[in-house]
């Protein structure tokens, strides 16, 4: 399918041994009828010849700043002004830490600083280096500038074969974003911002110990990704996961309870909010400040524990209450009556029951079961795959939103 017939797609190559990869992106896009131009750092060099990048992409491939060729025939300025997109694959940590911080001393730093474009980065890097301070600080300060990010993803990286997160998405997921990106079909969704919570809380006990659940963030992260999809600006507010940020959505990252209302509270008024994540109900009264050690012949510590805000109900019934306030209800047992009970007591418009009770069912797992509870009634949903539960969700969402509106 000649998806991207048309587009015009401007691919900066950083110098990553990930490089290698960027070779069949270039094939990928122009099978789906992209143009693609290419710009290589120095260090791309160093990992693939321009001759092959100019291969695949047909076209002249733009290294330096001040060569004759590259400035007269196609200056930084006009390299930018003739893309649809700006796609950056891989993104080094250097090139990542040039755009947050805007220098410009070569030409793909040039073109990116020029830009006014949409940018698409996949960085690729050690995972010791992607999850340096200094690296989340720049990937924080992108999000926040509207770069949107696909993967890294975690692996065996292939210089070191050391395991972790930093290994470049792959040129198909990398397409499918820029499918997302440049798709101009109208959005149901545009102009609303909604409010995603996802993931489990972590409640310290010391510095090194905490109380959490068994929520791996899927369900939730897939719902932020569908409202995307559908056009939303979403805010995502994760608990500690190990999945990545999903595409196109500004994710802010919490650990506890108390974090996670801050984190909504601050992100009002928003036109919906859709509260998924598992939320510890409970905490410690008093977090050790030092790490709680086992003292001969006085047993286990008791652990005095206190109740966490609800961070659903206080929305449901906040005075800047967004239009749609959806919650979800994990139960083992009884599942109509307490999604029913939970529906008022929280002030909620729509309660997403799943049972929780069978072993590798929705925490944690792929698949979900659903029923919607609403004042109007109950609607069950088969069992299928969490994004295909995103997907009808955020349609549900589009649909009670707009009839807002109205
Ligand atoms: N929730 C929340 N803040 C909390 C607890 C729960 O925002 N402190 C939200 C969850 O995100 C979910 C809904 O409330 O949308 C239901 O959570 P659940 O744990 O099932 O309900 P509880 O209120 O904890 O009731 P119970 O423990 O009695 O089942």
Request: hydrophobic share 45%; proline share 5%.
């Amino acid at each position: 399918m000649k998806t991207l017939s048309g587009k015009r797609i401007l691919l900066i190559i950083g110098g990553g041994i990930a490089a290698y990869k960027s070779l069949d992106l270039i094939r990928r896009l122009r099978e789906r009828g992209a143009s693609v131009r290419c710009v290589m750092t120095a260090a791309a060099q160093e990992f693939v010849t321009t001759l092959s990048v100019g291969a695949l992409s047909a076209d002249h491939v733009f290294t330096d700043l001040f060569d004759r060729h590259d400035e007269h025939d196609v200056g930084h300025i006009r390299l930018s002004r003739e893309a649809d997109l700006i796609v950056v694959a891989p993104a080094t940590a250097d090139l990542m830490a040039k755009l947050a911080n805007g220098l410009a001393n070569d030409l793909a730093s040039n073109v990116l600083l020029a830009t006014d474009k949409r940018v698409l980065v996949a960085p690729a890097m050690n995972p010791r280096m992607w999850n340096h301070p200094a690296t989340r600080r720049n990937r924080a300060t992108l999000v926040a500038d509207d770069v949107i990010f696909v993967g890294p993803n975690r692996g065996e990286m292939a210089e070191s074969g050391e395991a972790g997160e930093g290994r470049m998405a792959e040129p198909l997921e990398i397409v499918a974003s820029v499918e997302t990106m440049l798709d101009d079909a109208p959005k149901p969704l545009s102009g609303k911002k909604i409010i995603v919570t996802s993931g489990p809380t972590h409640e310290p006990i010391d510095p090194v110990r905490y109380i959490a659940n068994r929520s791996s963030g899927k369900q939730g992260h897939a719902i932020a990704a569908a409202l995307a999809r559908l056009g939303a600006d979403v805010r995502l507010v994760s608990g500690p996961v190990t999945i990545p940020d999903p595409m196109g959505v500004k994710t802010v990252h919490v650990e506890s309870a108390r974090e996670m209302k801050d984190a909504v509270e601050q992100l009002l008024p928003a036109d919906a909010a859709i509260f998924v994540a598992a939320v510890a109900d409970w905490r410690t009264a008093d977090a050790a400040d030092i790490k709680i050690k086992k003292v001969a012949g006085e047993g286990p510590p008791a652990l005095q524990m206190v109740e966490n805000p609800d961070i659903l109900a206080g929305i449901g019934h906040h005075v800047q209450r967004p239009h749609l306030v959806v919650g979800f209800a994990a139960e083992t047992n009884d599942v109509l009556e307490n999604a029913q009970a939970k529906l008022k007591k929280k002030g909620a418009d729509l309660i997403v029951a799943n049972d929780v009770s069978q072993q590798g069912g929705a925490m944690g797992g792929d698949r979900n079961r659903v029923t919607i509870v609403s004042k109007s009634g109950v609607d069950q949903w088969a069992d299928m795959p969490k994004e295909a539960v995103a997907d009808r969700l955020a349609g549900l969402i589009a649909e009670r939103l707009m009839s807002v509106a109205v």
